[in-house]
């Protein structure tokens, strides 16, 4: 039973770049989660999606958009790269329900010089 | 709204003794708690979740209490391993779908 899995494990990108990470759910889950994981820091919620539309956002910035497809996959885009935005980035799947467990992916690291 | 504070570390501990990592919580209504491992590489584990009060989680040997009078949710295990070496998260879910998370326990034990 394939767990949450994430493309690519690591990246360099230039500040004002562009860049897509990509996400499978655990098989059975049809909610998708993205977080920001600062060096030292816990996650931070970017946002969630279920049925292929955002369902709910934290306190990021535009420039942070994504997509759900219809097999549940889903992207994160980041436009306009910042230093700041260097970080682990976690996907994490689970079922509908408000309080269901996250399940995550071993995250993509992203390095924005 | 609602946030997470952690015990901060790092925490070093001999083989075989108790830990405690202490998690408060700050929340409206009634949350439900979860305690999250990260092994070096990789991404969050669940460890074990309590969904109401007095509800005690356990896994692996550990384990944690809701406790709604004091809003907290502290991590214990009786005798630790090498290999529990990692970083614990606490963290907390409400009727919003997003999980808050504290700033992590680095966890270092020897043998």
């Known amino acids: 039973d394939a767990g949450v899995t994430q493309s690519p494990t690591h990246l360099i990108k230039t500040r004002g770049q562009q860049v897509t990470l990509r996400c499978s759910p655990k098989?059975?889950?049809?909610?998708v989660s993205w977080y920001q994981q600062a060096l030292g820091q816990g996650p931070q919620f970017i946002f969630q999606?279920?049925?292929?539309?955002?369902?709910q956002r934290g306190n990021f910035p535009d420039r942070f958009s994504g997509h759900q497809f219809p097999n549940y996959s889903s992207e994160l885009n980041v436009n306009a790269l910042l230093l700041g935005d260097s970080a682990l980035y976690l996907c994490?799947?689970?079922?509908?329900?408000?309080?269901?467990?996250?399940?995550f992916g071993n995250g993509t690291r992203l390095t924005v010089t | 709204g609602d946030s997470v504070t952690q015990m901060e570390g790092p925490v070093t501990l001999s083989e075989e003794a108790f830990l405690t990592i202490n998690c408060t919580y700050t929340a409206t209504g009634y949350p439900s708690l979860f305690w999250y491992v990260q092994y070096p590489g990789e991404g969050l584990q669940l460890l074990l979740k309590a969904t109401k009060a007095d509800d005690k989680g356990s896994n692996k040997g550990f384990e944690a209490t809701y406790r709604k009078e004091t809003t907290s949710f502290h991590l214990e295990k009786g005798s630790v391993q090498v290999s529990d070496s990692a970083v614990y998260f606490c963290a907390l879910v409400n009727t919003g779908n997003q999980f808050y998370f504290g700033t992590g326990t680095s966890l270092t034990v020897i043998p």
């Open positions: 999606y279920y049925e292929e539309e955002e369902r």
């Open positions: 098989s059975g889950h049809d909610t």
């Open positions: 994490a799947s689970s079922s509908p329900d408000w309080n269901s467990p996250l399940h």
